[in-house]
């Protein structure tokens, strides 16, 4: 009977043991180092960031090109109008809500009221002519058109010095702000402008 205790005792013991032992062993295999291994890989890996395009550099706009391609063949008597963006630096050339055209432009810097493109509503003015020069600015330009104050503002080409050599320096921002209030344009665009844009036709420039 002693003997049968005993063995019922050692059975009880080991089956306690066995019993304690697993909750033990299953916390350490949750802490082992291959474990522990994974786990830090997968707290400190970072998500992988989605790949941005490369940034296109802007290309210089041609100023001995047209700006927006083959020119429109207007028609006799058609209601063509010069929408002037100042925020997209452009001239639409529209007829009704159509644009026919679009011109890449420079308007007044903004710095102080003699470099600001006016805002509103005017008309092509009866001035035009194929050459000035400014002395006040030391710079000039070609086929000018006016459309306020009779020769004050204009559109006409990127600008030039006394020998007709274009101002590198200025053409180059055609696309930015960069005039003293008229527009620059192209000299292709320009000529286009002082040779198809007739007298009294609306221009509409805003922000």
Known sequence: MIKGCRIVTALFLLLTITACSLPFQSNTLLNSPAKQGSQSAASTAKPRADRKPAAQKAVPVSWDK?????????????????????????????????????????????????????????YIQAERGKWFYAPKYNEGAKYWVSWKNHGEFLFHSVPMDADQHILTADAEKLGEKDSHGCIHL?????KWIYEHIPYNTKVVIHS
């Open 66 to 122: 047209p700006s927006g391609g083959t020119y429109p063949v207007l028609k006799k008597n058609e209601s063509i109008w010069l929408d002037v963006s100042i925020k997209d630096q452009k001239v639409y050339i529209k007829e009704g809500n159509n644009t026919l055209y679009t011109m890449i432009a420079s308007t007044g810097l903004d710095t102080n009221p003699d470099t600001t493109t006016p805002t509103g509503t005017y």
């Open 186 to 190: 192209t000299v292709p665009d320009a």
